[in-house]
């Protein structure tokens, strides 16, 4: 099995096709020098790897496939990347490694747009360096891609300025830039729909600052809904609020409640491990609705009155059917 250090060196070479220099790689790697041969060495055992002029170089497999572009194509294709590079205010080390790749195909046909591209590629990791938030973002982006691919449903905390963390279930149907234009910025986001709900969001990638999958997988339907950018809950007061206290089995029911006018949720764990969520929701029919959509994943607990209401309503449905 390898070590995390050289499997990061894999991904490295991987990124790099014209080769590093040891100095280079120990630099990148953020280690030694003198322990660079080793981590050379264990590689070695996975893949072929050789050292040319001083470079350190993945050695090409004959069934790797070259892409052909014209010089056109080429062109075309570098002024794209410059564009996508400079369009989104954080850089992405993939795309990077995906250029340097295309440069060398195009080193015997177009040296001077490779050698434009390479450069560019260089840029691109410089600023991934020198901007810590970019390693943040990048793994968040990883693992929604992940999640994507694999169709399975993701948990994504946000960290919204001036509002409390949002913790959100959801299903990703596309990963892309906003059509909206925020001053020049195009951020990357998110689309798909909210668990327990029919709702499809689009939240900035740049607001989530944790993603995890989760073992639940999920369909893209074919006819989508045009998609809307989420905004964070606004605090409300009225003048027919309920303070209301529910048990959840699931902590993601709660999204079923995003068109209802409500407070701040706060969630408490008790030692059993039951999770209870206390907030101030509108006395409206809107609320049994919802409430009723969480089937047996939400249960009332306060006030009494309320849920004495909302089990009477639920009594005048059974008689309709049960007579």
Known sequence: MKGERVAQLELLLHSHPEGLRRAEIARRLGVHRSTISRYVDELKQYIDIYEENNLIKIKTREEDENIALSVYESLAFNL??????????????????????????????????????????????????????????????????????????????????????????????????????????????????????????????????????????????????????????????????????????????????????????VFEKLEDGTLICNLDAENSIELYLRIIQCGDSVEILGPDSFRKKFCKMLNKILALYQS
């Open 80 to 265: 794209s990347a410059e564009m996508l590079a400079t369009s989104s205010e954080y850089q992405n080390p993939h795309l990077a490694s995906g250029l340097r790749k295309i440069a060398m195909n195009m080193r015997s046909y177009a040296p001077k747009i490779s050698e434009n591209i390479v450069n560019l590629a260089e840029q691109i990791d410089k600023k991934v360096q020198e901007k810590k938030e970019c390693s943040k973002f990048n793994s968040v982006l990883e693992v929604l891609i992940d999640s994507w691919v694999s169709g399975r449903i993701v948990r994504i905390v946000q960290g919204l300025k001036g509002f409390d963390p949002i913790e959100t279930e959801l299903a990703p149907y596309f990963i892309g830039f906003r059509e909206e234009d925020t001053g020049g910025r195009h951020p990357i986001s998110v689309t798909g729909r909210l668990r327990h709900t029919t709702e499809i969001i689009t939240i900035d990638i740049s607001t989530i600052t944790s993603a995890i999958i989760l073992d639940e997988t999920y369909t893209i339907p074919d006819n989508l809904k045009p998609f809307k950018f989420h905004e964070p809950e606004e605090h409300y007061e009225a003048i027919d609020m309920i303070p209301l206290s529910l048990r959840l089995k699931e902590r993601s029911a709660m999204n079923v409640f995003r068109s209802v006018v409500h407070g701040t949720p």
